[in-house]
């Protein structure tokens, strides 16, 4: 348990000075800027906290007892957090499920030719990593150009417009459709992705050995009612 500890350790370093010095954590600041930045209003509470599970997130949540609880970018949720965010959360999570669970998963899906499998996805918390029921999948459009960085940012996009729709319907007294996960798809985590991926990626890529065909129109579900 310990080494596995280490070794996350080591690749989340590794991949947090990759993302730096290759520019990726500038571009993905750059994506998702907001033109101009507002202060929330006087009656929305912000907890600014070192780790999702502090003690305080979860006094927090429950003063809140909210209805629907939205999670995206956070680590797993223990038990006692989990039960406090209510009777129905909801993650956008960075990757189609069910068969890309957990960290880079653009990356994987790109790396095993799934081109099928790229896309993110809104759905229930549970107990497990990426697990839970799921609202919708949410896929984007495709350029042979593309990257697992620029793909996830295109992906996360829609997928957060189309929950802000999902929860305008649910608070119109709409319901949130819940598909189960028939299968546990591969979980991908951060010391899966080695130096030798990224470099085996790179040459394919530029060898033209990998080519990501392109998908120039997508199909979205539409709401409830529309």
């Given at each position: ?24 954590d500038a571009y993905r ?135 802000v729709n999902w929860i ?9 459709p819940r598909s189960p ?46």
């Amino acid at each position: 348990m310990h080494s596995k500890r280490y070794r996350d350790y080591v690749y989340s370093v590794y991949h947090s000075i990759r993302r730096k010095v290759t520019g990726l954590d500038a571009y993905r600041a750059a994506y998702f800027a907001r033109s101009e930045e507002e202060p929330p209003p006087a009656k929305y509470k912000q907890l600014v906290v070192g780790w999702i599970n502090d003690p305080s997130v979860v006094d927090l949540i429950r003063q809140a007892a909210p209805d629907l609880t939205v999670v995206m970018g956070t680590g797993i949720l223990r038990k006692e957090l989990l039960e406090a965010t209510g009777p129905m959360t909801v993650n956008v999570h960075g990757g189609y499920l069910p068969d890309y669970r957990g960290n880079h998963c653009f990356f994987f899906a790109i790396y095993d030719r799934a081109f099928d499998k790229i896309g993110s996805t809104i759905h229930f918390i549970n107990s497990g990593i990426d697990t839970g029921d799921i609202v919708e999948v949410v896929v984007p459009l495709i350029y042979s150009t593309d990257t697992a960085e620029t793909l996830y940012c295109r992906a996360e996009k829609l997928a957060i417009d189309r929950l802000v729709n999902w929860i305008d319907h649910f608070e119109k007294g709409g319901t949130l459709p819940r598909s189960p996960q028939l299968k546990k798809g591969r979980l991908c985590r951060t010391r899966d992705r080695k130096p030798r991926h990224d470099i085996l990626m790179f040459i394919r890529r530029k060898l033209r050995l990998l080519v990501i065909p392109e998908t120039l129109r997508v199909d979205t579900p539409m709401l409830p009612g529309q």
